[in-house]
């Protein structure tokens, strides 16, 4: 074990979800292909752990996904998929032996390359989409199995061309080790996920929910919010997005990060909540959800609002930081609680 690694009970995880046979089974596949990953090179020195799965293991997320997101440190060559493709194959036998799963088998179902109608070396922020399939052993699942379907699919998305600053490394159950985000890249990168879903067209309540959960629940001082900006600052560059003042107070932003929060699970565990707060009831609920002090004007149905003056201070730093004036006030921007 390294010196720095983090102790991740990744077998508990599993095993909070027995009494689901489906997620079971998802977090059974899920476990086996990380440990597929950290056993093999270059994958495990290549390939990094993120998103909700991430959240769940070493965060104690109760959001349920066995999903499993990752940024990698690869050239996305033309036959980067079929080279993953392979490994992952070659290794999952192992991987379940060694766990105790040596009925459970999984296989590469489909890798499909993002953006479409253009050559991954190509494009400017390639990803990479890959279903892994498990089936038990002896039954008609495996028979499908084998005959090209997918019984059983978790999903394994990899992105290419992200900046990273903090990796951390997790030790996995039975002692295999896993890179993963840092605090300060997890944060910053949610920060910009809520920013791309306007150009994206799509709807994302779990970013807003996952920096509630990782703000209230750390310590971060001035240095490590300096950090988060910095970063923030970056990963919005790569993707070719200016911040400025206004980006969070886009009402685009604000509804995209709101849509649908009262149907999901995460609103069972909101904030306000888990802090009893009288609440306005799931139409209208004064929590604070992120770093950002959500709690201004309710958008829609959702429990998420956001408070201007944090926001300001959050991208009036990003301006300030890129003058070389950023004060010290400025790196205090949006993490004031809830008194």
Known sequence: MSDDAIEIDVAGWVERAKTDPTAYGQRQAAEITLNAIAMTAPLNEKLILKGGILMGLAYNSPRQTAD???????????????MIKDLLDSAFPGAAAKLGYPDLILKVHSVKKQPKHIEIEDAEFPALKLKIAFAQRGTKQEQALREGKAPGIIDLDISFNEPLRQIQILELTGGEELLAYGLVDLIAE???????????NRNRRQDVYDL?????????NAEVRVQILDVFIEKCRSRHIEPTAASLQNPEVKARSGANWDRGTERRTCLCARRKIRCGGDRACRCITTALQFGGPFVGNSCVGFCRAASDRLLAGAVRRDTRSLSGDAAQWCFSRLA
Do not use: F, G, P, T
């Open 68 to 82: 499993i997101d990752l940024s990698a440190i690869l050239v996305a060559e033309d036959n980067v998929d079929e």
């Open 190 to 200: 949610k920060y910009r996920a809520m920013l791309q879903q306007v150009e994206r």
């Open 212 to 220: 509630d959960r990782l703000i209230v629940e750390h310590e971060l």
